[in-house]
């Protein structure tokens, strides 16, 4: 069965950094993308950008270039997504999301919530 | 940046058709994606390649597409399809992920 299991909330102060965690399961980690995006409260859907867990290859979305950083451990089938120098606004639910070659997503996490707060 | 316009807010009674479309220059030349999310919940593909239906959606759902807009259409409408709606496709390069702002369907 296919699932992507992300960990669980955060509250960060702003200016601080947050690391999220996507494990993969019931299928081939290294053979699709996983996919960030995020959904401000009672806002829209925003990608962040994807890894290429095969060749660790990233795309960032421009304007989250230099504060993201996506990596992974093939060894454990876990991506992970790290957002620097939080800002109120930042606060969010975080999705990770599977895709094949055409980047739509088949298989999404359940969302890690992310709240940037004094 | 790349844009996607979606109406905020589509209204329909039990059993009628929605529509909801979805407009950008990319779309002329990028298949369009279809995403459900109900309230508290990730969301769900109910459309890909702008008229493929995944397997589990229900036969009422359709997607269509003409020039830079593509629609999905939802047939005989019930309570239970009631939730935001997101258009999704790649920028020009075909690298970078687009969404649309959504669209909430509301069944009266």
């Known amino acids: 069965q296919m699932q992507l299991v992300q960990s669980g909330a955060e509250v960060k102060k702003p200016g601080a950094s947050v690391k999220v965690s996507c494990k993969a399961s019931g299928y081939t980690f290294t053979g699709y993308y996983i996919h960030w995006v995020r959904q401000a409260p009672g806002q829209g859907l925003e990608w962040m950008g994807w890894?290429?867990?095969?060749?660790?290859?990233?795309n960032y979305a421009q304007k989250f270039q230099g504060r993201v950083t996506m990596t992974r451990d093939t060894s454990i089938s876990t991506a992970y997504m790290e957002f620097n120098r939080l800002r109120f606004d930042d606060t969010a639910v975080y999705y990770c999301?599977?895709?094949?070659?055409?980047?739509?997503?088949?298989?999404w996490g359940q969302g890690t919530l992310v709240t940037v707060s004094s | 940046s790349y844009e996607l316009t979606q109406p905020p807010s589509v209204s329909v009674s039990p059993g009628q058709t929605a529509t909801i479309t979805c407009a950008g220059d990319?779309?002329?030349?990028?298949?369009a994606y279809w995403y459900q999310e109900k309230p508290g919940q990730a969301p769900i593909l109910v459309m890909y390649k702008d008229n493929k239906r995944p397997s589990g959606i229900p036969e009422r759902f359709s997607g269509s597409s003409s020039g830079t807009t593509v629609t999905l259409t939802i047939s005989g409408v019930q309570a239970e399809d009631e939730a935001d709606y997101y258009c999704?496709?790649?920028?020009?390069?075909?690298?970078?992920?687009?969404f649309g702002g959504g669209t909430k369907l509301t069944v009266l």
């Open positions: 999301a599977r895709s094949g070659i055409e980047y739509y997503s088949d298989y």
């Open positions: 890894i290429n867990p095969n060749s660790g290859g990233t």
């Open positions: 999704q496709t790649a920028d020009r390069s075909g690298s970078a992920v687009v």
């Open positions: 990319a779309l002329s030349k990028q298949y």
